[in-house]
């Protein structure tokens, strides 16, 4: 019974083995980037980091109109909104330093997502100060206490993401104690905690680690030097010994990159991007951010000011000449409103 329980299991829940994987990256990471990146071909889209005391104090909302599930703050704001399309494939990564906290988040959004993962790579002083991130790398007692409580209590896959140690002996104990907690993979920005992203990326150390466990390594950290586009993913698999890779700045450039028959001009990705933060209400402020990082090289063009200059969605929609198309979703979405309302629903 117990065998079958284990095969069950394995069945059903997300693999992290041959994986395309969005990165988990702050403000970058929301509904509408993910959703583009599964369109595009991303198997699996991690969600930006969530502060657990953050989460602890949202209330879960069904949001019948947009067809979300949504974790909003005590000011109403979203701090973590999903849909139907992604459940299978999103894995929510929390920032956290504590165990309980850590477990009561995870039951909080449990069989809302497909995984969890736990962020231990973030050095940024946001995340380290709260002993939250690579504060936690220096602490592998905690980095078990946390990782083995989830993974006895959850029901879905947890992993955890690193940064590489200082030496490889430190990074292979490190990540031979991570597995023995029962956690389903492991991924590794193979930098080391004060090298900055410009820095070379560390591909021997990934491939000595992903020789040193038997869980699956998802290599990261190929955006700089490797991967420009689908096809360099594989060079960037071969030199780390992984079957698995997460993208982040790549991705964040340009989502297409995850498209198997190569990139899509910026334009229309950008286009795409627009529509689903129409469609999901995605506060302005953060799409204008996420377009603007695609744009980053021609944020002084004239499209680049108006973009920087825009106050809502509506003008974010006229600049790229979709007004037409969020007239219609916003008429959808009111009449929605109004039949929600005649039933009393909302
Ligand atoms: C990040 N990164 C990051 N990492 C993480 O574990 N949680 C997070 O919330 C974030 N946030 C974040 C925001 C932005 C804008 C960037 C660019 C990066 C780090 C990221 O996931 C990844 O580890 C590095 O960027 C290296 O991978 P690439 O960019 O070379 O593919």
Request: hydrophobic share 40%.
């Amino acid at each position: 019974y117990l065998l079958l329980c284990f095969l069950f299991r394995k069945m059903v829940h997300l693999s992290f083995q041959k994986k395309t994987i969005l990165a988990p990256m702050v403000r970058v990471g929301t509904l509408p980037m993910r959703l583009l990146a599964l369109d595009y071909g991303a198997d699996i889209v991690y969600t930006e980091e969530l502060v657990d005391k953050k989460m602890l104090q949202c209330k879960r909302v069904v949001n019948d109109i947009l067809h979300t599930v949504d974790f909003v703050s005590p000011t109403e704001r979203i701090i973590f909104q999903t849909c139907e399309r992604e459940h299978h494939h999103v894995v929510f990564q929390m920032g956290t330093s504590d165990a309980e906290r850590a477990l009561a988040v995870a039951k909080q959004i449990e069989n809302d997502v497909a995984g969890i993962d736990i962020n231990m790579g973030c050095p940024k002083e946001y995340s380290t100060k709260g002993g939250m991130g690579a504060a936690l790398l220096s602490c592998p007692e905690k980095i078990e206490t946390i990782l083995s409580t989830l993974v006895r209590a959850i029901s879905k896959p947890i992993t955890c993401k690193i940064r590489i140690l200082p030496t490889l002996e430190e990074t292979i104990n490190l990540v031979k104690r991570i597995e023995k907690t029962g956690v389903a993979a492991i991924a590794v920005h193979g930098r080391k905690k004060e090298e900055r992203p410009q820095h070379p990326v560390h591909c021997d150390v990934i491939k000595a680690i992903a020789q040193a466990v038997s869980i699956p390594v998802i290599s990261n950290g190929g955006s700089q030097e490797f991967i420009r586009e689908f096809q360099d993913i594989h060079e960037f698999c071969n030199v780390t010994g992984t079957s698995s890779v997460m993208i982040a700045r790549a991705a964040m450039w340009n989502p297409s990159v995850f498209r198997s028959t190569g990139v899509l001009p910026l334009e229309n990705v950008m286009r795409d991007y627009i529509a689903y933060a129409v469609r999901y209400d995605n506060h302005y402020t953060n799409t204008k951010y996420c377009l603007c990082q695609m744009m980053r090289d021609h944020l002084e063009s004239s499209l680049g000011k108006r973009l920087q200059a825009a106050q809502s969605t509506q003008e974010i929609c006229e600049i790229f000449e979709m007004i037409a198309f969020f007239k219609k979703i916003r008429n959808e979405q009111e009449t929605k409103k109004a039949e929600l309302e005649c039933a009393g629903l909302v």
